[in-house]
């Protein structure tokens, strides 16, 4: 079982609809990581949070700790969010990556 | 702020030859990792250096894979000899004392 597992594993999307991820792990954490990942490979880092909720954009993370459960929500999406997201929970310096959603937005 | 550099970006080879990948992290960034991804899957990683001694290499496939960090500033990962199934993207990230990390763009090596 991997400490850290993402739901969907795929999602496809009408451009303008409002998007959820949802993240779970079983580690304990000092904070979790949102990345995006484009074709190509590069990963880019879209949120680090330890507690309640960031916002950039139309990008909201939210995360309870207690529940050991984290969400990506992308509002009024477009094609260019079209990319594979990845949460990784941190432990001390070490990180357990989700598996990843793919997703794409069509227009 | 520069980000973390690699290269090269792709690369063939054979199955049975070496090759050799190089990151240059943030600098002042004391942790470096190195992590293999697969097609379809996460990041898994192969080793984590703080400064140049390593913290956790226990995924890493030791027969074929090395790793090195001389001077607790850039690193080179060999794989000698490669496998088909070594083929991947290999990612370079760092970190300032397990904060966010930063990704490198990746070399993707294809073993024919």
């Known amino acids: 079982k991997n400490e850290v597992e993402q739901s969907p594993q795929n999602l496809t999307a009408q451009e303008g609809e409002f998007i959820t991820i949802n993240c779970s792990y079983s580690v304990g954490i000092s904070a979790l990581h949102w990345l995006q990942q484009h074709p190509g490979g590069g990963i880019v880092s879209l949120f680090m949070?330890?507690?309640g909720k960031k916002k950039h954009g139309r990008l909201i993370a939210t995360i309870n700790i207690q529940e050991k459960h984290s969400s990506l929500h992308i509002t009024a999406s477009h094609p260019r969010d079209s990319a594979v997201y990845i949460c990784a929970a941190i432990t001390g310096n070490q990180f357990y990556f989700g598996t990843g959603t793919s997703l794409t937005v069509i227009p | 702020e520069a980000g973390v550099a690699q290269s090269p970006r792709y690369k063939i080879i054979e199955k049975r030859q070496s090759v050799a990948f190089w990151c240059n992290p943030i600098?002042?960034?004391?942790?470096l990792y190195w992590y293999q991804q697969i097609l379809g899957q996460g990041p898994k990683l192969l080793i984590q250096f703080q400064n140049n001694g390593v913290v956790d290499d226990s995924q890493l496939p030791k027969d074929r894979f090395s790793a090195e960090r001389l001077k607790g500033v850039d690193s080179t990962l060999k794989i000698q000899p490669a496998k088909l199934e070594d083929s991947a993207v290999y990612l370079c990230a760092s970190s300032f004392e397990g904060d966010e990390a930063f990704f490198g763009p990746g070399t993707r090596l294809t073993v024919l």
């Open positions: 600098s002042g960034h004391a942790t």
């Open positions: 949070l330890s507690s």
